[in-house]
Antibody, heavy 118, light 107 residues
Framework: EVQLVESGGGLIQPGGSLRLSCAAS????????VTWVRQAPGKGLEWVSLIYSGGSTWYADSVRGRFTISRDNSKNTVYLQMKSLRAEDTAVYYC????????????WGKGTTVTVSS | DIQMTQSPSSLSASVGDRVTITCRASQSISTYLNWYQQTPGKAPRLLIY???SLQGGVPSRFSGSGSGTDFTLTISSLQPEDSATYYCQQSYNTRYTFGQGTKLEIK
């Protein structure tokens, strides 16, 4: 079964750092692209970052320079390193698998919650 | 970035009704348009990809159409389990963007 499981969320003070993990099973993260999408409380979906199978990375303007996406092929896991966190980064963070041919996100994790507050 | 605008923001319909949700892109995106369904506390679920292709396991009452800048998601006969928020999303540009969502309630 193809599955994604996020972890690493929690309560963090403004200016702090946090690393989210997205562990994949049933497929290899090096063969598909993987994205992070977040959802602030009561709000809509916001795309955050993407890592292609070839390794190239992309970021939303709202997180560029503060967030870094990476992957560990040996652990079949994608990470989102978040620094200089702000209150507006408070959200549920989902990782999702991207289909290489069709450019859509077909498998989603259940999400991990990040709360930035003092 | 490409802006995606959905309408309406919310709607209420009865079981058996035909429901249409519209999504407009700020520039042409060909058919790089996907639709997702989200229920409270759950992750989004892919319904339609490439503007009109039905994802496996999705009921055939869901359909999508459009190209360029204007797209629609149609539910041919609304069922109680279709109560959810629906999002369109463009994948024409790698900096993906979503519509603001349409909340669908069952009367």
């Amino acid at each position: 079964e193809v599955q994604l499981v996020e972890s690493g969320g929690g309560l963090i003070q403004p200016g702090g750092s946090l690393r989210l993990s997205c562990a994949a099973s049933g497929f290899t993260v090096s063969s598909n692209y993987v994205t992070w999408v977040r959802q602030a409380p009561g709000k809509g979906l916001e795309w955050v970052s993407l890592i292609y199978s070839g390794g190239s990375t992309w970021y939303a303007d709202s997180v560029r320079g503060r967030f870094t996406i990476s992957r560990d092929n040996s652990k079949n896991t994608v990470y989102l390193q978040m620094k200089s966190l702000r209150a507006e980064d408070t959200a549920v963070y989902y990782c999702a698998r991207g289909d290489n041919v069709g450019d859509y996100m077909d498998v989603w994790g259940k999400g991990t919650t990040v709360t930035v507050s003092s | 970035d490409i802006q995606m605008t959905q309408s309406p923001s919310s709607l209420s319909a009865s079981v058996g009704d035909r429901v249409t949700i519209t999504c407009r892109a700020s520039q042409s995106i060909s058919t790089y348009l996907n639709w997702y369904q989200q229920t409270p506390g759950k992750a989004p679920r892919l319904l339609i990809y490439g503007a009109s292709s039905l994802q496996g396991g999705v009921p055939s009452r869901f359909s999508g159409s459009g190209s360029g800048t204007d797209f629609t998601l149609t539910i041919s006969s609304l069922q109680p389990e279709d109560s959810a928020t629906y999002y369109c999303q463009q994948s024409y540009n790698t900096r993906y963007t979503f519509g603001q969502g349409t909340k669908l309630e069952i009367k």
